[in-house]
């Protein structure tokens, strides 16, 4: 009985291999490959002031406005028009709607507005803007609803709605990059499932403790990815936008 000898060539497979990835055919398809790609991780852009679309333009001046006019009266505006839970005796219908028009302080009020021009204007261009307020409005109304059941004491903020607008983004334009805290580069889809995990994670602490939740609505924000994931999902499975 004869030993079976290995003869396997790894050279003679290693030459093969490079013969078939460089062909001209297989080197176009790589060059396209690397072209789509860099596109997708360039697609999102900040948008200046001035190009900004008149919608993202008019949410932030009816935001500026509605905080102006809270300083007035501050803890009449926030015991009738803040989001409470709905056992709360404060709880009142209208709250989901006038919530995210309010906001808890000037910082407050800057950063989602900064939120709202960065991500917002790119997201009507692509979406149309009879779909960016469906989207912002529901967002904004599904994180009311969560609060409604899951939070404690008054909400505020237009957070809600944007974070919808943030999970629109893991359909559209998920592979581009943007700096998280304007500091660190990271693809879109990452830091959206990353706040996500962050505000399911100290929502649940909150729920503990509501000091755990460090006075932010973690179950606000949860309730807008929430809602702007789902609607995204059936606009995309419909074919009814865009995506790259």
């Not at 008149?54 to 009266?73: C, G, K």
């Not at 009142?92 to 989602?112: E, K, V, Y």
């Not at 359909?171 to 990452?190: D, R």
């Amino acid at each position: 009985m004869k030993e079976k000898t290995n003869n396997y060539n790894f050279y003679s497979k290693k030459e093969k291999l490079k013969e078939l990835f460089n062909t001209p055919e297989y080197q176009e398809y790589k060059t396209k490959s690397q072209k789509t790609q860099k596109t997708k991780e360039n697609l999102y852009k900040f948008t200046s002031i001035g190009n900004s679309t008149n919608t993202v333009r008019n949410l932030i001046l009816i935001n500026v406005v509605l905080f102006a006019a809270s300083l007035f009266s501050i803890s009449l505006i926030f015991k009738y028009f803040a989001m409470y839970n709905i056992l709360d005796n404060k709880f009142a219908i209208w709250q989901p709607l006038t919530s995210m028009f309010l906001h808890g302080g000037f910082f407050h009020l800057l950063f989602n507005m900064i939120v709202l021009w960065s991500f917002g204007n790119q997201l009507e261009e692509n979406v149309g803007t009879k779909k960016f307020l469906t989207l912002y409005f529901l967002s904004g109304i599904v994180s009311a609803i969560f609060w409604m059941f899951l939070g404690t004491g008054p909400a505020v903020g237009a957070s809600g709605a944007l974070s919808g607008l943030l999970a629109a983004y893991i359909f559209i334009a998920p592979e581009a990059k943007v700096l998280l805290f304007f500091i660190i580069p990271m693809k879109i889809k990452n830091m959206v499932y990353g706040f996500a995990g962050f505000s399911l994670v100290f929502g649940l602490l909150s729920l503990v403790n509501p000091s755990y939740g460090f006075g932010v609505g973690h179950f606000a924000h949860l309730g807008g990815l929430v809602g702007g994931y789902i609607l995204t999902y059936y606009w995309k499975s419909k074919n009814l936008i865009q995506t790259f």
